[in-house]
């Protein structure tokens, strides 16, 4: 059975469901994996399925740079005495939405990964990219990956002759002038020309 993009995401959704009692992180890949057994020329849809949802959510994730910034001018503007609170307020609510983000871009990463693998003979003994191990790997250092002077650095996502990628306290950067922005595995993939894998083992080996 041969599903369109719009079909498999609402199919994957739904499977995804939990009672508001269970808590969750991400999809499980078991019912990733069962719906791709269910519907194995589905396969084409999902991969372009994720790869749609990450580009939005990358998107999202920069929006919420942009909106860092609008509130803080606009809170710069307020009584002094009110300030602390509005920050402490807007900062607790931009990383509430960059943690649900980034919870449903593993997820994405992780049926990507799947659905590259679907054929392929399991190798045995071969270090696997976890979870965990991808956590890790966007606590690496971005600035000892770049030259940052004075919290900029040339975007490694285009061809910068101006700094105009911005490094930011939480370890993401932002380019201001091609909106790309990206973690310490992106940033390590554009440098070295590598996939998601190689540059997770490379951060946390």
């Not at 942009?66 to 807007?90: C, P, T």
């Not at 996502?157 to 700094?163: G, I, R």
Request: charged share 30%; aromatic share 8%.
């Amino acid at each position: 059975m041969t599903l369109t993009n719009e079909e498999w995401m609402k199919l994957v959704w739904e499977s995804s469901k939990l009672p508001d009692s269970v808590s969750r992180d991400f999809t499980p890949i078991q019912s990733f994996a069962e719906l791709l057994e269910i519907f194995p020329d589905a396969a084409p849809a999902a991969k372009r399925a994720a790869r749609l949802r990450i580009k939005q959510l990358t998107e999202a994730m920069s929006g919420l740079s942009d909106l860092r910034e609008v509130w803080s001018s606009i809170i710069n503007k307020e009584d002094f005495r009110k300030q602390a609170g509005l920050i402490e307020y807007s900062n607790k609510q931009i990383e509430e939405k960059r943690d649900k983000i980034e919870k449903e871009l593993k997820q994405c990463y992780f049926q990507l990964e799947y659905i590259r693998n679907l054929g392929k003979p399991q190798k045995q003994n071969v270090s696997q990219v976890t979870p965990e191990r991808i956590a890790r790997a966007r606590t690496y250092p971005i600035a000892d990956l770049v030259k940052v002077k004075r919290g900029t650095a040339l975007c490694v996502f285009h061809d910068d002759h101006k700094p105009s990628m911005k490094l930011y306290p939480d370890n993401h950067v932002y380019c201001f002038s091609c909106a790309h922005r990206g973690d310490a595995i992106d940033v390590y993939m554009a440098l070295n020309g590598c996939g998601f894998q190689d540059a997770v083992k490379a951060l946390a080996p």
